[in-house]
């Protein structure tokens, strides 16, 4: 287990470093943020000392290797808007924000969509079946900047129950939440049912019940089981897949004060020195996010060991 | 990087989804119900306002960036040496100037300041505070964004506790413009690391705290020395990115008033309140080489848009058709003789025949996701330029992508046409140099006698003879030698609740000692 822990440390490292230097590489040479940070009709002398300033003039390699210095040493860089800024404590601070809409989100997706997988999978073509993967489809075709709107329209406009935008509160989570949650729950429903028709025709499953054992005892203690490895691995997948993409239209739609929020700020600023900390600290979280569920995978199934 | 007074203000792609909600939005009866959730102080009608901005600001500091975001929130702290009024003429007025600057030789100037105001760390405003915000923005060293606006200015100096002496490299003919813009700070506190995100100043309101990626908030100033005392206790501004989100927030009432409203959703709040912006949308025209050299060309292509239409149309009425200039009214050199091309494509043609254009290919350079409706306006102009048989080749970019190729140089592969929002920093008609002038930043036109009018007028120090000059300059630019096409100047439009009452200015600055509720 150790040693698995380790290597899979340091294929995150690696996978970091690669990131890094990708998204550095990307943004100096498809950019120029002396254009974006100055007016339109600023000098050529103008232009060329503001690439000076943001050290930009230099040779490539020249700020390449600059870059992996500080990186060595765990410096992000000074955002180049807000004079004397850490780069690393601006995406810091936007992480707690979008760690928390992402886990709440998961959580509410999970909680919809398992009941929802296991009512569908009891009697497979049924009407009951037939009604919860017709809701379960519609939750995954959303696109969220449309759910997040009619979440919106509906219940902050209309029905003023929760806060149209923002982070001001306790109940504010709750749509942006939910705009996140839906569409990733119609897809862990469908998921869910699949594995657990699978799982139900399973020999061991025609044994428990040939020995009269009752149907939530079955489900609950034998095919439950099964089918939770196949959930985790979506459920790890959408939830890298939120902090890597989606949270970015929803912070958005709903202006939450996280990465996905900065991220666009940044990319309208030209930032480029806290674009390439909020790319290597989103690899982090994921990388991370894929280590637990490795870990997860192996308190759930002791047959799957940790090894890599 | 988006436009209002030449700041950068982005339109996010909002615009591009509010169709979607536009019809479950036009449902709701736009009630402005919901309360406000401010007005703790006990002064009956004083409550608190929450302001929906579109972006985030991306320094406070008013001195380095040119930034319409950091601009609404500094102009209520930081205040300048002249201001101008909110009134037809944009009159500039002293403000922390005890009078209008005294031009003592044509190369230097001297300003008498008012005594007895602090910045609100204690730090005392005086002629040496005054002198060292001058000497700070056109330092070098700071990087400002907005050294353009102050070119020529080359010194400051403090002569006894009141009087500041600037001296310049020539006659400046906008020095007063200029002093309008550039603002105060604190000599300590703006040395000292962290001034970017806890500005200190000498306006009517005080910086309380900024939340990253969440709001900024500031309070009234309760020892403002200025007459005006604020009305409205605290402000703040929440930086709400989607339009159709910041108008819903402006449904519930969770914020009182937006900016930059897309005109297909103003129908949706409760309160619509605009005026006659910077923006001027203008195709840029190459007249030195190219299939455009002929000037009857650009004319024709003039007089093949339907002005009236996009203004109509496209902004839904929020808009207005530019006088063949892209200076507003209020600006200094605007030429009330200049009229707009009418509409009339079988003059285009005929022009275009008599020019002898037969289908040669026009490269057209557009951008996308900048400016309000610009790739609307992009296939609007092409098609306006298609119907009259013009054979315009257009290349569409993101601006990161556009910026470069629209920046070059005369004579290293400039575009024949290219789509750009011109407006106006210094509210006076030697900006449009950049355009106009042979030398200009952004000129793909070469018309000598106009480069000349221009530098003549850059030290001209009789106001008329200047204006003259500029209105020859305009007219060559309009009529004999078309420097653009021509389009709309489009309106600023703001979402309000219903019992908010704010007159918006020309540089689009949100001044919330001007505003007040019923």
Redesign the interface.
Same mark, same amino acid.
Request: aromatic residues 10%.
């Given at each position: 287990m150790a040693w698995f822990l380790v290597k899979r440390l340091l294929q995150g490292v690696l996978v970091m470093v690669l990131v890094a230097s990708a998204v550095f590489l990307i943004t100096r040479v498809?950019?120029?943020p002396a254009?974006?940070?100055? *007016?339109?009709?600023?000098?050529?002398a103008?232009?060329a000392?503001?690439l000076a300033?943001l050290g930009l003039d230099k040779s490539l390699l020249a700020q390449y290797w600059t870059y992996l210095g500080q990186l060595a040493h765990l410096d992000f860089g000074n955002s180049f %808007?807000?004079?004397?800024?850490s780069a690393f404590k601006?995406v810091r601070?936007?992480v707690p924000?979008t760690l928390l809409l992402d886990t709440v989100a998961i959580v509410i997706a999970l909680v919809i969509a398992m009941p929802l997988g296991i009512i569908a999978a009891l009697r497979p073509g049924s009407k009951l079946d037939k009604a919860t993967t017709t809701v379960s489809l519609l939750g995954l075709s959303a696109p969220q %900047?449309?759910l997040g %709107?009619?979440l /919106?329209?509906i219940f902050?406009?209309?029905l003023?129950w929760f806060?149209?935008?923002?982070?001001?509160g306790p109940t504010a989570i709750v749509l942006p939440a939910l705009a996140l949650a839906l569409p990733t729950a119609g897809k862990i429903a469908q998921l869910m049912r699949s594995a657990m028709i699978d799982e139900l025709d399973q020999p061991y499953i025609l044994t428990a019940r040939s020995k009269g054992m009752g149907g939530f005892h079955r489900i609950y203690h034998h095919a439950l089981r099964h089918c939770l490895v196949t959930v985790m691995t979506q459920a790890s997948f959408e939830y890298a897949r939120m902090l890597a993409g989606y949270t970015v239209v929803v912070e958005?739609? %709903?202006?939450? *004060?996280?990465l996905g929020?900065?991220t /666009?700020?940044a990319l309208?600023?030209?930032?480029l020195v806290v674009l390439q900390a909020i790319v290597i600290v989103t690899a982090g979280l994921i990388v991370l996010v894929n280590l637990i569920t490795d870990i997860l995978y192996s308190v759930i199934d002791p047959r799957i060991e940790a090894t890599a | 990087?988006r436009g209002h007074h030449?700041?950068?203000r +982005?339109i996010?792609s909002a615009v591009a989804?509010s169709g979607?909600?536009l019809g479950? @939005?036009a449902c709701?009866n736009s009630s402005s119900?919901?309360t406000n959730t401010g007005g703790k102080s006990g002064g009956g009608t004083s409550k608190n306002i929450v302001i929906a901005l579109q972006?985030?600001p991306? #320094?406070l500091?008013p001195q380095?960036?040119?930034d319409a975001q950091q601009f609404d929130v500094t102009v209520n702290i930081n205040e300048t040496l002249l201001d101008r009024k909110n009134d037809a003429e944009t009159t500039i007025y002293p403000l922390l100037a005890s009078d209008m600057p005294k031009q003592v030789n044509p190369t230097t100037w001297e300003i008498k300041v008012r005594s007895g105001i602090s910045f609100t760390n204690g730090e005392p405003f005086n002629a040496a505070a005054a002198a060292y915000s001058i000497n700070r923005i056109i330092n070098?060293k700071l $990087?400002s964004?907005q050294?353009?606006i102050f070119t020529g200015i080359k010194n400051a100096e403090a002569v006894d506790d009141t009087t500041v002496r600037v001296t310049t490299d020539g006659f400046d003919p906008v020095f007063d413009s200029q002093m309008a813009r550039l603002t105060m700070v604190p000599p300590k506190a703006s040395t000292q690391?962290?001034?970017?995100?806890n500005p200190v100043g000498t306006g009517p309101y005080m910086f309380v705290r900024w939340?990253? @990626?969440?709001?900024v908030v500031i309070k009234a100033n309760p020892n403002y020395w200025g007459d005006t005392k604020p009305t409205i206790p605290q402000a703040t501004f929440? =930086?709400?990115?989607?339009s $159709?989100?910041?108008t819903?927030?402006l +449904? #519930?009432g969770?914020v009182q008033l937006a900016t930059n409203v897309p005109p297909e959703l103003t129908s949706t709040v409760p309160q619509v309140i605009s005026r006659d912006g910077l923006e001027f949308p203008i195709v840029r025209l190459k007249n030195y080489e190219g299939p455009l050299k002929d000037p009857r060309i650009r004319q024709a292509m003039n007089y093949a848009i339907d002005k009236d239409a996009l203004a109509k149309n496209l902004f839904s009425g929020y808009a207005t058709v530019a006088q063949c200039q892209t200076l507003d009214q209020a600006d200094a050199g605007f030429d009330s003789g200049l009229q707009a091309y009418p509409y009339d494509p079988a003059k285009a043609k005929q022009l275009l025949q008599q020019a002898g254009y037969h289908g040669e290919t026009i490269s057209f350079l557009g951008v996308t996701g900048r400016w309000l409706k610009d790739s609307e306006m992009e296939q609007a102009i092409l098609g306006y330029l298609k119907a009259v048989g013009m054979n315009v080749k257009p290349k569409i970019f993101p601006? $990161?992508?556009y910026?470069?190729q =629209?920046?070059k140089?005369q004579g290293s592969g400039q575009p024949d046409a290219a789509f750009?929002s011109a407006s106006n920093?210094l509210s006076d008609a030697s900006?449009i140099s950049?355009y106009y002038a042979k030398d200009?930043?952004?000129s793909s036109y070469v018309n000598d006698k106009v480069t000349n009018d221009l530098k003549q007028a850059q030290t001209e120090q009789d106001t008329t003879k200047r204006n003259q000059l500029f209105s020859e300059v305009l007219t060559t630019g309009c009529q004999d030698d078309p420097v653009d096409i021509f389009t709309v100047n489009l309106k600023d439009i703001y979402g309000a609740s219903k019992d908010l009452k704010f007159s918006p200015y020309l540089d689009g600055g949100l001044r919330i000692a001007s505003m007040s509720f019923d």
């Open positions: 498809v950019t120029n254009l974006a940070f100055l *007016p339109l009709n600023a000098s050529k103008q232009r000392d503001t300033y %808007f807000i004079q004397g800024e601006i601070d936007a924000a %900047f449309w %709107f009619m /919106v329209l902050g406009v209309h003023k806060p149209t935008s923002g982070d001001l958005v739609v %709903f202006a939450w *004060p996280g929020q900065l /666009v700020q309208n600023d030209q930032d | 990087m030449g700041f950068h +982005k996010l989804v979607l909600v479950l @939005g709701s119900g919901g972006d985030e991306s #320094t500091d380095t960036a040119e070098p $990087n964004a050294l353009s690391k962290g001034f970017a995100s939340d990253r @990626g969440q709001d929440r =930086f709400i990115g989607q $159709n989100s910041a819903a927030a +449904k #519930t969770e601006f $990161n992508s910026i470069p =629209f920046v140089g750009v920093e900006q950049s200009g930043s952004l």
